[in-house]
């Protein structure tokens, strides 16, 4: 084949080749990495949290139930972080150093001695100034227990 | 000699094919637009008492619970504020400082409200684990005031990292 007939070949390819349409990306690109960081940067991911049910006494309760059992008073002070100090009626104190498993024990040990059930009623009694933590991991602690009837003193 | 070929009409020229890209990028969006779940405005940051065994992990966000929440002032840690839902109740502002028991009563008013609206009973106590326990019986009083019999204390049942 000769050079002059080969050009024209090509020439005709050229011709009979159809235009392509094409769509610039660019700017999308732009837009859409814009829209990543946006959201990677104003989203707050916050961690799954899970509830414990508490029971409130209502206000203007009047009415007054005589309770066959007298509940047990749970009174929870904080003394330093991690370490509190619980006292379970009138005479047993129990310092916990970060494990409530001795509080597990300790209300195990009330329910056999001292003949009551893990439905009897418990005033939970927090110091004012006892750390919230301490409180709720007392309430759980109870929960642990099956000791599900628990009452906070609400006093104004 | 070597012929140079006139005729090699593909030009090598470098270029990144950015199609594949675009998906990829597409389908992360889609994903996290699909996977977020939105809780408007009462995201404040509250580190709430972990290691709680007995916590219940519910499956999804109750988006008709009402959200009360007793956290530390991110500029002043010593200084404690209040929030039912998305509205902040501060105890030191001109408004309640000289009368205390009016925020509780306010307080109280707005979960009447909310409740009211929408139909619900369902409260979320968020308080900061660090916080003294005074602070919080107060808005349990609060809570009390409203009606409320039951409340469920938020928790992490693992330990925060």
């Known amino acids: 084949m000769s050079i002059l007939t080969k050009i024209k070949k090509c020439r005709a390819k050229k011709k009979s080749k159809s235009v392509a349409l094409q769509i610039r990306m660019i700017s999308m690109i732009d837009v859409v990495f814009l829209l990543l960081i946006y959201f990677?940067?104003?989203s707050n991911f916050r961690a799954k949290e899970g509830y414990l049910p508490i029971s409130l006494p209502e206000e203007n309760q009047q009415t007054t139930t005589t309770r066959m059992v007298e509940p047990l008073d749970v009174t929870?002070?904080?003394i330093t972080d991690g370490q509190c100090e619980i006292t379970l009626g009138e005479g047993d104190i129990i310092f916990i150093d970060n494990d409530f498993g001795k509080l597990i024990n300790a209300l195990k040990e009330i329910v056999t001695t001292h003949g009551r059930?893990?439905?009897?009623?418990?005033?939970l009694k927090p110091a004012p100034q006892s750390q919230w933590h301490h409180v709720v991991q007392t309430y759980?602690?109870?929960?642990?227990s099956n000791m599900t009837n628990i009452i906070f003193s609400i006093s104004q | 000699m070597k012929r140079l070929s006139v005729f090699n009409q593909t030009e090598h020229s470098g270029q990144f094919n950015m199609t594949s890209m675009i998906d990829i990028v597409f389908l992360l969006i889609i994903?996290?637009?699909?996977?977020?779940?939105?809780?408007?405005?009462e995201n404040y940051?509250?580190?709430?008492?972990?290691?709680?065994?007995?916590a219940y992990t519910p499956d999804a966000i109750n988006a008709n619970a009402i959200t009360l929440s007793v956290y530390r002032n991110p500029d002043n840690e010593d200084h404690i504020l209040y929030a039912v839902k998305a509205k902040r109740y501060d105890p030191q502002s001109k408004q309640y400082r000289n009368s205390p028991?009016?925020?509780?009563?306010?307080m109280a008013q707005e979960i009447k409200t909310i409740r009211q609206k929408k139909q619900t009973g369902l409260i979320h106590l968020r308080a900061d684990k660090s916080i003294a326990y005074h602070y919080v019986h107060k808005a349990m009083i609060a809570l009390s005031q409203a009606g409320i019999p039951s409340v469920q204390i938020a928790a992490l049942k693992n330990k925060q990292q």
């Open chain 1, 40 to 42: 990677l940067l104003t």
């Open chain 1, 76 to 78: 929870v002070t904080s």
């Open chain 1, 117 to 123: 059930n893990a439905s009897d009623p418990i005033k």
């Open chain 1, 140 to 144: 759980d602690a109870l929960w642990e």
């Open chain 2, 31 to 41: 994903f996290f637009m699909l996977i977020c779940q939105f809780i408007v405005q």
């Open chain 2, 45 to 54: 940051t509250v580190d709430v008492p972990d290691e709680i065994t007995q």
């Open chain 2, 101 to 106: 028991p009016t925020l509780f009563l306010d």
